[in-house]
Nanobody, 115 residues
Framework: VQLVQSGAEVRKPGTSVKLSCKAS????????VHWARQGPGQGLKWLGR????????QIPQQFQGRVEISADASTATAYVEVRSLSSEDTAVYYC?????????WGQGTQVTVSS
């Protein structure tokens, strides 16, 4: 199983960023893909998850309206988009899949929000 994420991003406050997570080595449509982030000196925070089979998502209330998760089963790729960025969104973003009782993680994508 491999989860390969897109590269580092730098954005200005108020803009958006969309990150990708390319999956391989397991049946992509049949397993939820989760997104989480870790800000400087902070713990891991869950951003939500998607069922790639039907596109259904679950987003924590604090991120609803600002975080969107999507997936393209034809390319086995999941995406997370964060809108209205602020400095508090500066973090390393991770995708995650649980497959056969093992948690797999992408390598992480640094997002820096700075004016």
């Amino acid at each position: 199983v491999q989860l390969v994420q897109s590269g580092a991003e730098v954005r200005k406050p108020g803009t958006s960023v969309k990150l990708s997570c390319k999956a391989s080595g397991y049946p992509f449509p049949r397993h939820y893909v989760h997104w989480a982030r870790q800000g400087p000196g902070q713990g891991l925070k869950w951003l939500g998850r998607i069922d790639p089979e039907d596109g259904g998502t679950q987003i924590p209330q604090q991120f609803q309206g600002r975080v969107e998760i999507s997936a393209d089963a034809s390319t086995a790729t999941a995406y997370v988009e964060v809108r209205s960025l602020s400095s508090e969104d500066t973090a390393v973003y991770y995708c995650n899949v649980l497959y056969r009782r093992t948690n797999y993680w992408g390598q992480g994508t640094q997002v820096t929000v700075s004016s």
